[in-house]
């Protein structure tokens, strides 16, 4: 894949500048601010589905495929989990230990748990900021996870319907206080997002398994453009934050 048009870098700054201004307000603390980069495949969509090394690959002819490193929920017997993503870098010991990168993450942590004691009892945090490693043609990119778990009532299964939809959107891709930010998020993002950030879900009639359609190639225009988010709070930089947008654009195959 090549980077034809990135994205605009002053757009991009500018955005969270603003974001950060309404922070101070006291509108929101984290926004998953989202933007497009315009690329070129070096394959058809139906071989990158083949080839894809990606925990979760979602494929909806002629309109997008997700690549996408992070579960939503899954639920086994009467127990669900959550395992929220947020900070991302190129050296592990180095996301561990950045300030912005801690409080961010904690934010999405307490959000996820809140988000998931709406259904479910006995919440708990079972492995706090543990770091993944995913492999690009550019080098290792390093990303923080944490896992959350509680139970379920016997009969989830009868009402997917009304307790799936009380979680969404994603914590992760969406910010805190939810509502709010989530008003700043189209307020400042130049383009609805559609199916992007979004949850696909399989359901076996027994278990469950969802992930967050991140990392994502938006077939759904002539110009196919590659979706990428980076979490922003008071503390950003926001040209490390633009950084981060351009760093999530790759294929993992």
């Known amino acids: 894949m090549e980077i034809l048009t990135p994205p605009n870098r002053h757009q991009v700054v500018s955005a969270i500048h603003a974001l950060q201004a309404e922070m101070q307000a006291g509108r929101s603390y984290l926004v998953?601010?989202?933007?497009?980069?315009?690329?070129?495949?070096?394959?058809?969509?139906?071989?990158?589905?083949?080839?894809?090394?990606?925990p979760f690959t979602v494929w909806l002819e002629s309109e997008f495929i997700s690549f996408s490193p992070e579960a939503f929920v899954s639920v086994s017997g009467d127990t669900i989990f959550t395992n929220p993503m947020k900070g991302t870098g190129p050296d592990a010991a180095a996301l561990l230990a950045d300030a912005k990168?801690?409080?961010?993450?904690?934010?999405?942590?307490?959000?996820?748990?809140?988000?998931?004691?709406?259904?479910?009892?006995?919440?708990k945090i079972e492995d706090y900021r543990f770091v993944s490693r995913i492999e690009r043609e550019s080098g290792p990119l390093f990303q923080t996870s944490t896992r959350i778990s509680g139970r379920l009532p016997p009969d989830w299964r009868d009402h997917l319907g009304e307790w799936l939809p009380m979680?969404?959107?994603?914590?992760?891709?969406?910010?805190?206080?939810?509502?709010e930010t989530l008003q700043l998020i189209r307020q400042?993002?130049?383009?609805?997002?559609?199916?992007?950030?979004?949850?696909?879900?399989?359901?076996?009639?027994?278990?469950?398994?969802?992930?967050?359609?991140?990392?994502?190639?938006?077939?759904?225009?002539?110009?196919?453009?590659?979706r990428s988010g980076a979490g922003v709070t008071i503390y950003s930089d926001p040209e490390a934050e633009y950084a981060e947008i351009l760093s999530k654009v790759y294929v993992p195959l």
């Open 32 to 54: 998953n601010y989202c933007s497009q980069t315009g690329v070129r495949l070096n394959l058809p969509p139906e071989r990158l589905f083949e080839r894809s090394a990606a």
């Open 101 to 123: 990168e801690q409080a961010e993450h904690a934010t999405v942590v307490d959000l996820l748990r809140n988000d998931l004691g709406r259904v479910a009892t006995g919440v």
């Open 167 to 179: 979680l969404l959107p994603a914590g992760s891709i969406s910010g805190a206080p939810k509502q």
């Open 188 to 226: 400042s993002e130049t383009e609805s997002r559609g199916f992007f950030t979004g949850v696909a879900v399989l359901f076996d009639g027994e278990n469950l398994q969802s992930a967050v359609l991140i990392r994502y190639l938006d077939l759904s225009q002539p110009q196919v453009r590659f």
